[in-house]
């Protein structure tokens, strides 16, 4: 039993930090903790843990992706300009979004994976590549609204609870399968720990790298797509934010940046986190520089609290200690 608390350390310090920050953020903010507002940040959360979603993979397999704020850009406004405010267009613009976002995703992990480029300098390529193809493409103001259906995906509820909260439970439950209990996660550790070890192991290092972008592509369009629903229509930079906030998810969760370590349950603790700490801080009356501090801080804090380096540390300075202090071996 306490093996496996040992493993799951860094998501029980991660929903340990949603409760703090909940009663912290009620206590200088009144009716922080009213139903509505709960509902609120779970649907604000939920953006955040879809994008992050597939950055969980990519991490986990010892990655990062980059492209993921104009992948997510890409989407929402080629799903609004196809559809013009009409859902009946919907019918073949989301396929055709969701699948151009997974193709997206393919290409990075091809590039990374066959080719050898380091996963920065592909992603970040293909992100600014996106960026300009969509300001030629609108003009740098595309204008359409979003479709009726797209606005109650991302603001309805069924009951009391929020549809897009419902999807991100089925995608959360999904990415939980596939890293548990699927060879595709299996893989994906073994690869994120050494990679070189994992292929001399039998694993399909290419196979594996182009799914765990494919599916970050997938994730990122998916998140554009209900995001202009929220905001009801699509804008140049929309999934700027993602970049961040998306990687952070998954650092607060617990998962290593280097790879080899991490669970979606993680990264969901981490998306709420992040969520509370935005409500927070208005509360507080500070900037949105502020909030980059905490956000570094945080990720800081959390992530050495969920490592082994510390208890490391700690045992390095208390082995001369228990010698009497004269530091020999």
Request: net charge neutral; charged share 5%.
């Amino acid at each position: 039993m306490m093996a496996g608390l040992g493993r799951h350390r860094a998501i029980l310090l991660a929903y340990l930090g949603v409760v703090v920050l909940l009663l912290v953020t009620s206590f200088f903010s009144e009716g922080f903790l009213a139903g509505g507002h709960l509902r609120t940040m779970a649907v604000l959360a939920a953006f955040t843990g879809i994008v992050a979603l597939g950055q969980t993979f990519v991490i986990i397999g010892g990655g990062i992706d980059l492209s993921v704020p104009w992948v997510l850009t890409s989407a929402a406004v080629l799903v609004t300009l196809a559809a013009n405010g009409a859902d009946a267009p919907l019918v073949y613009a989301v396929p055709a979004a969701l699948a151009g976002g997974a193709l997206i995703g393919a290409v990075n992990g091809l590039g990374i994976a066959l080719f050898g480029v380091p996963p920065i300098i592909m992603t970040l390529a293909v992100n600014v590549i996106l960026q300009g193809a969509i300001l030629v493409c609108t003009g740098g103001a595309p204008t359409a609204s979003a479709p009726p259906l797209l606005q109650y995906l991302a603001v309805g509820r069924v009951g009391p609870l929020p549809v897009i909260v419902l999807i991100w439970a089925a995608l959360a439950a999904l990415a939980t399968v596939l890293l548990s209990k699927s060879a595709f996660g299996r893989y994906l550790y073994a690869q994120g720990t050494s990679a070189t070890v994992a292929e001399f192991s039998g694993v399909p290092t290419l196979a594996t790298t182009v799914l765990a972008y494919t599916l970050c592509g997938f994730t990122a369009a998916l998140a554009g797509i209900l995001l202009t629903g929220y905001t009801a229509q699509a804008y140049l930079g929309m999934g700027d934010p993602y970049l961040f906030t998306s990687v952070a998810a998954v650092a607060i969760g617990g998962a290593s940046i280097l790879g080899g370590s991490g669970h979606y349950l993680g990264t969901i603790a981490g998306a709420l986190v992040l969520t509370i700490l935005t409500g927070l801080l208005p509360a507080l009356n500070l900037s949105n520089g502020a909030l980059l501090v905490v956000y570094g801080v945080v990720i800081l804090v959390t992530v050495s609290l969920a490592s082994e380096a510390l208890p490391d540390l700690f045992t390095r300075i208390a082995r001369p200690l228990r010698r009497g202090g004269d530091g020999q071996p």
